[in-house]
């Protein structure tokens, strides 16, 4: 983690209040922290300021409307990513920011405490499926995608191959 700047971090803090969510799914239960914006500047200087935390991803392009420009996104998809970026903007982030990013954690927390045999991280697929044996694959920016075998395995059954 690179050296905090209390200046940049103050701006990182105003600029998420306006711009950033932290969220939390029921069906993938990392909670996560993301921001979106057409420059990439304003995402890059976020993560500097929080200490290199988390990924830009894009150009997107936004087909709606042909004038809007393309989207990038930052984001931070581990709970303790997340619990770091907070903590490092507590002091700044406005009441409502607070409570919502206490209640994402303290959620998260209470799933990880509802089923300890599984493993921390996402703990079930976009179709529900555990992913507590989910293969890893490296396609991600950050290289820490993973799969679910047994979506993998209906898929090719429908395709009629196998992989």
């Given at each position: 983690m690179q050296a905090l700047n209390h200046q940049e971090l103050a701006w990182a803090a105003g600029f998420f209040?306006?711009?950033?969510?932290?969220?939390?799914?029921?069906?993938?239960?990392?909670?996560?922290?993301?921001?979106?914006?057409?420059?990439p500047f304003v995402l890059e200087?976020?993560?500097?300021?929080?200490?290199?935390?988390?990924?830009?991803?894009?150009?997107?392009?936004?087909?709606?409307n042909p004038t809007w420009k393309d989207q990038w996104n930052y984001h931070a998809g581990?709970?303790?990513?997340?619990?770091?970026?907070?903590?490092?903007?507590?002091?700044?982030?406005?009441?409502?920011k607070r409570e919502q990013a206490s209640k994402v954690l303290l959620a998260y927390k209470?799933?990880?405490?509802?089923?300890?045999?599984?493993?921390?991280?996402?703990?079930?697929?976009?179709r529900g499926h555990d992913l507590s044996d989910a293969a890893a694959i490296g396609h991600k920016a950050n290289g820490s995608g993973r799969f679910c075998k047994i979506c993998s395995q209906l898929?090719?059954?429908?395709?009629?191959?196998?992989?």
């Open positions: 209040d306006g711009e950033g969510s932290t969220s939390y799914s029921n069906k993938k239960t990392l909670p996560c922290i993301a921001i979106g914006q057409a420059d200087r976020f993560r500097a300021a929080v200490g290199g935390v988390g990924c830009v991803f894009g150009p997107y392009k936004r087909r709606k581990k709970f303790e990513e997340v619990q770091a970026i907070i903590a490092v903007l507590w002091k700044w982030l406005s009441p409502l209470a799933i990880c405490r509802e089923k300890p045999d599984m493993r921390r991280g996402q703990l079930l697929c976009k898929h090719w059954k429908k395709r009629g191959t196998r992989a």
